[in-house]
């Protein structure tokens, strides 16, 4: 039996973890990264470094990303950040986590 983790987070225009390094934890099953922003707000997650606006996983407000193990594939357990363009941005999270 895994673990879920549902919630919102405020993406300002520093860096900050979305997600933690799963590596040495239970591992990540899947993860879903929806921008909610209703004030026009793009973030951009990055993988595994320090988010920098526009350079990597780009979302303008309503797009997604995910990722989710799969027969033969299995998501990244890396550490996951996020910035916006514009203070105030709005992210939902909703992350399975196995059993170690």
Do not use: F
Request: a negative charge; hydrophobic letters at 35%; charged letters at 20%.
């Amino acid at each position: 039996m895994g673990l879920d983790r549902n919630e919102s987070m405020t993406i300002n225009t520093t860096a900050l973890v979305v997600s933690k390094d799963k590596q040495n934890a239970s591992p990540r099953d899947s993860i879903i990264i929806i921008n909610t922003s209703t004030g026009g707000q793009k973030v951009t997650l990055a993988i595994d470094k320090e988010a920098v606006d526009g350079a990597g996983i780009v979302l303008y407000p309503g797009g997604s990303w995910q990722d989710s193990k799969e027969t033969g594939y299995i998501p990244t357990q890396k550490l996951i950040t996020g910035i916006s363009d514009v203070a105030g941005a709005t992210i939902a999270i909703q992350e399975r986590l196995g059993v170690k």
